[in-house]
């Protein structure tokens, strides 16, 4: 008797309707990606025209060479990579430890201070108290005025609670104390090894905000020897479209000037995309297996 199960008329109909599901969402999503790619090294003309569409066409790097050209550019990045490194490993150093605290059915008082956590995901200060906050304790125009009011997300505590209440079993916490094991010693030598997956999806969802963040840096920021790249790429598409804008009389040679400035304009704009983004474009496939592994918290228990 054959142990081949075939497949109904419904069942190859959902399996086709599925990869072409699959097949659209792939298409919704890279198109993008790669139209960006291909028009930060094609002629500004053809992209304006819409004769390029997909792949580059009249390949020119004009707009790379302008952006790492600018010196502004390197001083950002080298910023950013500061900001990004300290903020993840503080953001990391205040959610994992409470995450585990308020995992632990022991820990007196947990339910208070998770009811405290949650009231601050649906009531903030708003931007106006936390600037006064800031100046007032001496922040301003510096590091820690970027790091520490997002030092910690109450979202990714719920997350990282949850994978510990989860994953980690409870016997083996037991078994650990009465061997004599302290909670400080538990956590960094048994609790902590066993949450690389959580503490990898952390890393990358905290790593992502930080380098994407430039609200703080234009608020509490005041020298641009401290912008991150965010904020130097902002200045430099900024002052590329009031360039592009700017003209005297419209007569032939100026309108064609400004033309060629405005094609300028937007082939910086795309290679500006790509300079910001390829990092962690570049950083993601490493961490994607501990991604997957955490994302799938609380869904299946053999």
Known sequence: MSSTVKD???????????????????????YPLIYILSASVSNPKYVGSGEMWLFPKG????????????????????????YTVIG?????????????????????????????????????GGL???????????LMNSIWAIILPSAA?????IVSRTFFQTSIPKELQEAAQIDGCTNMRMFLKIILPLSMPIVAVMAL???????????????????????????????????????AQTGGSLDASTASALNNKAEIAALVKYAVII???L????????????????????????
């Open 205 to 243: 969802f905290y790593g992502v905000g930080n380098w994407n963040s430039y609200f703080s840096a234009l608020i509490y920021l005041h020298e641009e020897s401290k912008y991150p790249l965010q904020l130097i790429l902002r200045q430099i598409l900024v002052l590329q479209e009031m360039s």
């Open 275 to 277: 300079v910001s983004t």
């Open 88 to 124: 993840t490993a503080v953001n990391l150093l205040v959610t994992i430890p409470a995450a585990y605290a308020l995992s632990r059915k022991d820990f007196v008082g947990r339910n208070f201070f998770m009811g405290m956590f949650m009231v601050t995901m649906f009531f903030g």
């Open 128 to 138: 106006v108290p936390t600037y006064l906050l800031v100046k007032g304790l001496g």
């Open 153 to 157: 997300s109450i979202w990714n505590i």
């Open 279 to 302: 990092p962690i474009i570049a950083i993601y496939p490493f961490l994607q297996r501990y991604f997957v592994q955490g994302v799938m918290i609380g869904s299946v228990k053999g």
């Open 59 to 82: 390949l020119t790097f004009e707009g790379y060479q302008i952006v790492f050209a600018n010196t502004k550019i390197w001083m950002g990045y080298a910023n950013t990579i500061l």
């Open 8 to 30: 109904t008329a419904r069942d190859k109909l959902f399996l086709i309707s599925t990869y072409v599901y699959v097949a659209i969402a792939l298409i919704l999503v890279a």
